[in-house]
T-cell receptor, first 116, second 109 residues
Framework: GAVVSQHPSWVICKSGTSVKIECRSL??????MFWYRQFPKQSLMLMAT?????????EQGVEKDKFLINHASLTLSTLTVTSAHPEDSSFYIC????????????FGPGTRLLVL | KNEVEQSPQNLTAQEGEFITINCSYS?????LHWLQQHPGGGIVSLFM???GKKKHGRLIATINIQEKHSSLHITASHPRDSAVYIC???????????FGKGTKLTVNP
């Protein structure tokens, strides 16, 4: 089946540093990738939608200059949390979709970020 | 009011019991998804439904479009079924999923 990986699986960093999270589709080409954030005991919240070769579309309230998304190829999207602060500590999860006509999303295992 | 509501929020069962998790929604949809989130956080897509019923192993998902309601059933539950089960909606014309808050299932041996 379709497999999506994320790296790293967890990261601890100091306040003010930038953190890059990679999302890869391992055995398929993903035309669209989604980035979600999940706080403890909360639902997943969509941060942005990323299409290969174009700029990401951010959800209302998500700062595009703070959460940089690059979808450079059909198998890789990256999320960079710039100048991370403790309130950015969360579980970040990506998903990928194979084709525009298919609604199924394949989720990555997630990245747990802790900013000290 | 949330567009998608799940019940119950928490569910504890004994191994072997039949489990039902419910999802109600208030908007038009193109498809409804059931997802399973493991304790470590990883998410697996279980079903995508637009009508009727689907079965996979011990899992059954049903949807009633007229009543805007879906159920996820687990037969002969097992401790490894312990997870958070999430209902999510696809809306026509939008790529985005709208998520329920999830139902935390604990199956005790």
């Amino acid at each position: 089946g379709a497999v999506v990986s994320q790296h790293p699986s967890w990261v601890i960093c100091k306040s003010g540093t930038s953190v890059k999270i990679e999302c890869r589709s391992l055995d398929f080409q993903a035309t669209t990738m989604f980035w979600y954030r999940q706080f403890p005991k909360q639902s997943l919240m969509l941060m942005a939608t990323s299409n290969e070769g174009s700029k990401a579309t951010y959800e209302q309230g998500v700062e595009k200059d703070k959460f940089l998304i690059n979808h450079a190829s059909l198998t890789l999207s990256t999320l960079t949390v710039t100048s991370a602060h403790p309130e950015d500590s969360s579980f970040y999860i990506c998903s990928a979709r194979i084709r525009r006509i298919q609604a199924t999303q394949y989720f990555g295992p997630g990245t747990r970020l802790l900013v000290l | 009011k949330n567009e998608v509501e799940q019940s119950p929020q928490n569910l504890t069962a004994q191994e072997g019991e039949f489990i039902t998790i419910n999802c109600s929604y208030s908007v038009g949809i193109s498809a409804l998804h059931w997802l399973q989130q493991h304790p470590g956080g990883g998410i697996v897509s279980l079903f995508m439904l637009s009508s009727g019923k689907k079965k996979h192993g011990r899992l059954i998902a049903t949807i009633n479009i007229q009543e805007k309601h879906s159920s996820l059933h687990i037969t002969a539950s097992h401790p490894r079924d312990s997870a958070v089960y999430i209902c999510a909606l696809s809306r026509g014309g939008s790529e985005k999923l709208v998520f329920g808050k999830g139902t935390k299932l604990t199956v005790n041996p």
